[in-house]
Nanobody
Framework: QVQLVESGGGSVQSGGSLRLSCAVSGYISSRYCMGWFRQAPGKERESIASRESGGSTTYADSVKGRFTILRDNAKNTLYLQMNSLRPDDTAMYYC????????????????????????WGQGTQVTVSS
């Protein structure tokens, strides 16, 4: 049974930083994806960062250059380092894991759709004030 537990959300002023953590327990797959999603009120859940188990990462354009997805294998923990936060980053943030991925000539990558993820954490709220 895979369990994902997020922590690290909170309130911060515009321009500030937060680091979200996702503690992972259980076996996902020999090759897998992990991602961070967010959902603001009235909006669809969107992928913002993903990391395939081999190391390739993908970012949404809205967070590229500001957010970094990291994994500490020794601690079995996924992180999302968020810098230069803006009010439109305010949302509930979710950690997710998937046994699905896709391959291209350049390597393995993660599916960006929420429907492709098997396991979800409970979410952690991030609020950015101007």
């Amino acid at each position: 049974q895979v369990q994902l537990v997020e922590s690290g959300g909170g309130s911060v002023q515009s321009g500030g930083s937060l680091r979200l953590s996702c503690a992972v327990s259980g076996y996902i797959s020999s090759r897998y994806c992990m991602g961070w999603f967010r959902q603001a009120p009235g909006k669809e859940r969107e992928s913002i960062a993903s990391r395939e188990s081999g190391g390739s990462t993908t970012y949404a354009d809205s967070v590229k250059g500001r957010f970094t997805i990291l994994r500490d294998n020794a601690k079995n923990t996924l992180y999302l380092q968020m810098n230069s936060l803006r009010p439109d980053d305010t949302a509930m943030y979710y950690c997710a894991a998937a046994s699905a991925y896709y391959s291209t000539a350049t390597g393995y990558y993660c599916i960006q759709s929420a429907s492709g993820y098997n396991y979800w954490g409970q979410g952690t709220q991030v609020t950015v004030s101007s």
